[in-house]
């Protein structure tokens, strides 16, 4: 389990380690639920669709294709 503090404007830092294993980069638009456990953060999935070579390069960019 890791822990970070919250600061006096509201944010948080979420470990570098979770990010990266969810691909959540700066940007990147989350949902905030309310559960009986506490919070629970899920990424937005956008609806903005691209052209065909944009979204292509988009991915490659994402999984480092070289």
Do not use: C, F, N
Request: proline share 3%.
């Amino acid at each position: 389990m890791q822990t970070t503090l919250l600061s006096s404007k509201g944010q948080i830092i979420i470990p570098k380690a979770l990010r990266d294993a969810r691909h959540w980069h700066a940007g990147t638009r989350l949902q905030v639920q309310e559960t009986s456990d506490g919070l629970l953060l899920k990424a937005v999935v956008s609806d903005v669709k691209l052209p065909l070579a944009e979204g292509l390069a988009a991915i490659r960019k994402r999984i480092a294709y070289k």
